[in-house]
């Protein structure tokens, strides 16, 4: 009988087939200003990186899920991990190797694996923030807890502008959430999770979303501000997002 982390990945392969023929639709913004000329989706080129993040670290049941939103240009994009930048993946997380490239990937935003030298600011601020509360133990956030993206797709325009899933426009949002919202419902149940913790008001209402169309009243939501510097709310994150943990008797799910 397989663990929970072959049950994921091949979730995963099932949520790659059915997101492959977003490739051939032209997305465009809200605001009809841009339109999607690349998307990067690393958990196929970038495999390597993310399967032994899922065999590493999310192999057993889970009572928190941290749900992000979608990868960044200089985190999960580069390395496949959720929130993945690239010192906490290497230096914290211990994963390590090679990753290929997108079929079609913007010559401002070339896919480099660790290699990139450019840092993420939202990764480090989050895997920084369970770094300190776990003292730099990832079994001590893993054991109850693990981090996952609500979409594992990024956009990027003719001029390697991140588009972020809110952005898009309805029926481009109605199409991929159709999809994701899906494969969170199944990761919800394979994992057993009671409490997602929504990392920005997207994933919140995404959430929300999901456990309202299948009716699934046992798992609480949690929101905390995105750690990202485009984001109301990120001054002081670290510690405003320590404090917001605490009243939600959340610390408990990451420290001994």
């Not at 929970?4 to 997101?19: D, G, H, P, T, Y």
């Not at 998307?39 to 495999?47: D, V």
């Not at 169309?213 to 002081?236: F, L, Y």
Request: charged residues 25%; proline residues 5%; hydrophobic residues 35%.
């Amino acid at each position: 009988m397989c663990g929970l982390a072959e049950k994921m990945i091949e979730l995963e392969r099932q949520l790659v087939s059915r997101l492959a023929v977003l490739k051939k639709n032209s997305f465009r913004t809200k605001d009809g200003k841009d339109s999607v000329d690349y998307i990067y989706n690393p958990l196929e080129y970038a495999a390597n990186l993310h399967n032994q993040y899922v065999h590493m670290y999310c192999d057993k049941p889970k009572k928190v899920l941290f749900l992000g939103m979608n990868p960044g240009p200089f985190g999960m994009v580069q390395t496949g991990v959720p929130f993945g930048e690239i010192a906490a993946v290497r230096d914290f997380l211990k994963i390590s190797g090679e990753v290929e490239k997108p079929e079609k990937q913007h010559e401002r935003r070339p896919v480099e694996g660790l290699n990139c030298r450019r840092s993420e600011v939202s990764g480090n601020r989050l895997w920084g923030l369970i770094k300190d509360l776990s003292e730099n133990d990832p079994q001590v956030f893993f054991k109850d807890c693990f981090v996952y993206n609500y979409c594992p797709l990024a956009f990027l325009s003719r001029n390697a502008t991140n588009i972020t899933p809110a952005e898009l426009k309805k029926d481009d949002q109605n199409t991929l959430n159709s999809i994701c919202d899906e494969f969170l419902c199944k990761t919800l149940s394979l994992y057993g999770v009671a409490i997602i913790v929504a990392i920005g008001r997207f994933a919140e209402k995404q959430a929300l979303q999901v456990l309202k169309d299948n009716k699934i009243s046992h798992i609480k939501v949690v929101c905390i501000p995105h750690p990202s510097p485009r984001s109301r709310g990120s001054a002081n994150w670290h510690e405003n997002t320590k404090q917001l943990l605490k009243q939600e008797d959340l610390i408990q799910y990451l420290q001994n």
